[in-house]
């Protein structure tokens, strides 16, 4: 699990230590490594399997600032931060996420799991899914955009020139803020990478064009698990009905300290052993 954070973000890492990873933590044992943990397989009791975390994050600009201070501590403690040799920076996100799969891939995993620090995500009903659910060899799947267009205005955030894409939609995507890959998947977009560079501005929106580039089509979870927009509902938390929470084991992002710990508080009530929908596995032309 790639936790995508920031060396600033030493609150989001500490709600997320407290909420949905905490469950995790408490409820495996470690295996040498704080953040390698061996977590009772829920479809077999017999069988434990690894799980990997990190948080994920770059270098403040200022070497010398309280902040950069903070995070080596907070490493220290923790144990599970994993830090890239650059400057962290929006318009480096490609790189960050490359060198992130770059470093799961050398590990020996079937599944890598790209999160953000400000999305929730019930872990033992994750694994529950990828444990029971008919899932292709090569897994790419989260909240899949279509028909997406580039937007040309240079002074927008998510600017995406003709000189880096001049087609009028990109190619299927997930999200940025979660998704899944498995380990197959990872190799190759790894590979296609070396050959396409890495100036691509929108790093989700770039892993769909790698992934179609080796040719792996990217599955839609939207509603068959997952849960990610930009805002979503500040009191969901405490307003969504059972019915409507176990729907999903991720919902963000963006989310609030407050919406954190409420869905925290919503799911560790709620039972994982549930059956989703089928997954679709057919794309939009």
């Known amino acids: 699990m790639l936790i995508i954070s920031a060396p600033f973000h030493l609150n989001e890492r500490q709600v997320v230590r407290q909420t949905w990873l905490s469950y995790l933590v408490n409820n495996s044992r470690s295996l040498g490594p704080s953040n390698v943990r061996a977590f009772k397989d829920p479809t077999d009791a017999a069988n434990d399997l690894v799980i990997h975390y990190w948080f994920v994050c770059g270098h403040y600009y200022d070497d010398e600032s309280d902040i950069e201070g903070a995070v080596k501590n907070e490493s220290n403690v923790y144990g599970d931060i994993l830090r890239l040799e650059y400057t962290e920076s929006y318009i480096l996100l490609v790189h960050k996420t490359l060198s992130s799969l770059r470093f799961a891939s050398k590990m020996d995993v079937r599944f890598v799991l790209k999160i953000d620090d400000d999305v ?150 709620l039972p994982f052993n549930v059956s989703f929908p089928p997954i679709e596995f057919t794309l939009q032309p």
């Open 120 to 269: 929730y995500l019930h872990f033992p009903r994750m694994i529950w899914w990828l444990r029971t659910a008919s899932l292709p060899d090569k897994l790419y799947g989260g909240y899949l955009l279509t028909k997406a267009k580039p937007i040309r205005n240079p002074l927008h955030k998510w600017h995406v020139s003709k000189q880096h894409y001049n087609k009028t939609y990109f190619p299927p995507y997930c999200n940025g803020p979660f998704y899944f890959m498995s380990r197959a998947v990872v190799l190759e977009v790894l590979e296609a990478s070396f050959t396409e560079g890495s100036s691509f501005p929108l790093e989700d929106v770039f892993i769909g064009i790698l992934a179609q580039k080796v040719g792996v089509k990217p599955i839609q979870l939207k509603d068959i698990g997952v849960y990610i927009q930009v805002r979503i509902p500040p009191k969901a938390w405490k307003n969504w009905k059972d019915s409507n929470l176990m729907k999903y084991y991720a919902v963000g992002h963006s989310l609030t300290r407050e919406q954190m710990f409420g869905f925290h508080s919503r799911y560790r009530k």
